[in-house]
């Protein structure tokens, strides 16, 4: 969340406060009390219920929702399905990662951090600060960033392993269908064939891991809500 949002949530606690500090006690009512605190836990367990359970692992609404405003504070949209499947896949990887004893360490971590940082002539400490601001936890941050890295680097020691090369007949190919679908106006294949090379090579990338994905899914249990 943002700081501003931070600053919202406690005015209005405190306008609460106020408010029932200025209104007279009524006469307590204890069986009252009881089913008003009741349907609170109740509405809180409504708001916050399990929208999925992969091999025993809870992955909640709230959850759900958290990602669907990350996308949103990216300037994407996806719905809760969407924002499921992702949370879904990214618990069967973690779960997988795990169990083959791979892990990221802090200190690469940090190291992958401080070069991302470095790039915008930011330091580690200043990047601490605006965490901070924001009322976001830097230890929370780093153990999402070394999960975001056990998956990369999960991916690519498996990617290895497969071939991703774009034979040139393939890349003719690929050349001469999209010059029929522009109608004959484009460059020559010479001088696109690098960018094709390159975008060919990422669709066969992305069909390994979409593969290696879905063999994963089905090997493991899971259970919508």
Excluded: H, W
């Amino acid at each position: 969340m943002e700081k501003t949002k931070y600053l919202i949530a406690i005015a209005l606690a405190l306008s609460v406060v106020l408010i029932v500090g200025c209104t007279p006690p009524e006469s307590p009512d204890i069986e009252e009390n009881e089913t008003t605190s009741q349907e609170r836990d109740d509405s809180a367990n409504e708001k916050n219920q399990v929208a999925a359970i992969v091999n025993g692992e809870e992955i909640t609404t709230n959850t759900v929702k958290e990602m669907q405003q990350t996308y949103s504070q990216q300037g994407q949209q996806v719905s809760e399905e969407e924002a499921l499947e992702q949370l879904v896949n990214r618990e069967i990887i973690l779960q997988e990662i795990k169990e083959k004893g791979l892990s990221v360490s802090t200190e690469e971590a940090e190291n992958n951090i401080e070069a991302q940082l470095a790039q915008q002539n930011a330091t580690l400490e200043q990047y601490k600060q605006s965490l901070k601001m924001q009322g976001i936890s830097y230890k929370e941050q780093l153990a999402s960033i070394k999960q975001d890295l056990a998956i990369q680097n999960y991916f690519n020691s498996l990617l290895d392993n497969i071939n991703l090369s774009v034979s040139d007949e393939e890349a003719r190919q690929f050349y001469e269908g999209y010059k029929q679908q522009k109608g004959g106006n484009i460059s020559s294949y010479e001088e696109l064939k690098p960018q094709m090379i390159l975008a060919m090579q990422q669709e066969k990338q992305q069909q390994a891991i979409n593969e290696i994905m879905n063999q994963l899914r089905e090997n493991a249990t899971i259970e919508y809500k």
